[in-house]
């Protein structure tokens, strides 16, 4: 025979659910922010450590490759999505090891330029997001440089904008 719940027992059942789900929820919701932004900050990682080896092993005005626009050129909006196997294949990418195989949420850019007057080799890398779909973009932003006589090196810090926009 079904054991029949009081009403009184039907509230705290629904009184403790309802206290877990308040507790649980945002968690969840800024664990899967945390998660999508490691996407970006993984990247710039990536995209920086590669550009040290490369600078390492070429001439002072050729430090870093040359400078690629915005890849995937829309940046997703709201959702991971997959790129054509051959949109990575910018020789630029292919210099630093930077692909996406895997659908993803940003969309990386990569500038570089030597400044002749003082002998410097610079660069930015980038990465915008769009998480919520909304249109405003979420940036990253790391520097590095190569001067005259010195090694290639990580300018301190990372620029960030609307980090979860």
């Known amino acids: 025979m079904a054991r029949q719940w009081s009403a009184l027992e039907i509230a705290a059942l629904v009184a403790v659910g309802g206290s877990l789900l308040m507790v649980a929820v945002p968690s969840f919701v800024r664990n899967l922010a945390a998660s999508k932004l490691s996407e970006p900050v993984d990247g710039l990682d990536r995209l920086v450590r590669n550009a040290l080896v490369y600078a390492d092993t070429k001439p002072q005005d050729i430090s870093f490759p040359p400078s690629v626009p915005l890849t995937p050129p829309e940046v997703p909006r ?8 051959e949109l990575w294949e910018h020789k630029t990418w292919q210099a ?4 996406f195989d895997a659908p993803h949420y940003f969309a990386f850019r990569w500038d570089s330029a030597f400044d002749p007057q003082t002998g410097s080799m610079r ?20 520097r590095g440089e ?3 006589g010195q090694p290639p090196r990580v300018v301190p810090g990372m620029f960030v904008d609307r980090e979860i926009e």
Do not use: C, N, Q, Y
């Open 146 to 148: 190569r001067l005259p």
């Open 123 to 142: 660069f930015v890398a980038t990465a915008h997001g769009d998480l919520d779909g909304d249109g405003v973009l979420s940036t990253f932003e790391v």
């Open 96 to 99: 630093l090891k930077f692909r």
């Open 78 to 85: 709201g959702k991971a999505e997959s790129d054509a196997p």
